[in-house]
């Protein structure tokens, strides 16, 4: 982990002020890390630039647990990102009741046709995986706790 001074000397970390160096961001509880992994797999859905900064965003505004944030967001990478953006382009398209169009590699579609609907799948799976995210860290987090009282009841 960074120290606190290298972090405060990032450039693009200076946008979030002081407030990302709290003690809270950087532990974690049922809560917090319930609400990175949510985040962390909101922003990785999103067809933009720079998904860390986004979740930091979410996560500080969400009272987050920020290393984790930062973490799920490499759910979106280079091996996962096409068939990611490509699911949710076909999600966007069924949604919005458009033709899909053929893909190329060459740039010859319209960005316009291309974007509204790879925005609408994509926000729309941000949300589900994010909801579904926060909830499956919840119930896990309650049956380890289950099992480790049960276990401290034998």
């Given amino acids: 982990m960074p120290s606190q001074a290298t972090l405060r000397e ?12 709290d003690p809270d961001y950087w532990s974690y509880n049922r809560r917090s890390v319930a609400i990175a992994i949510a985040c962390g797999l909101f922003a990785a859905w999103l067809p933009l630039p720079l998904h860390s900064l986004i979740a ?14 930062i973490a799920m967001v490499w759910v979106n990478n280079p091996l996962t990102i096409a068939p990611m953006f490509y699911v ?7 949604l919005l009741g458009q033709p899909a169009l053929e893909f190329s590699y060459s740039l010859e579609h319209d960005f316009a046709s291309i974007i509204w609907p790879l925005l609408t799948g994509a926000l729309l799976l941000g949300l589900a995986s994010s909801l579904l995210g926060w909830l499956l ?18």
Wanted: aromatic share 14%; with cysteine.
């Fill in 137 to 154: 860290t919840h119930l896990y987090w309650r049956c380890k706790i289950q099992r480790a009282w049960k276990a401290r009841q034998r």
């Fill in 88 to 94: 949710a382009y076909q999600l966007g398209v069924r």
């Fill in 10 to 21: 990032h450039k693009l970390l200076r946008l979030f002020g002081e407030r990302w160096l």
């Fill in 56 to 69: 930091i965003g979410l996560a500080l505004l969400l009272r987050g647990y920020l290393p984790l944030a």
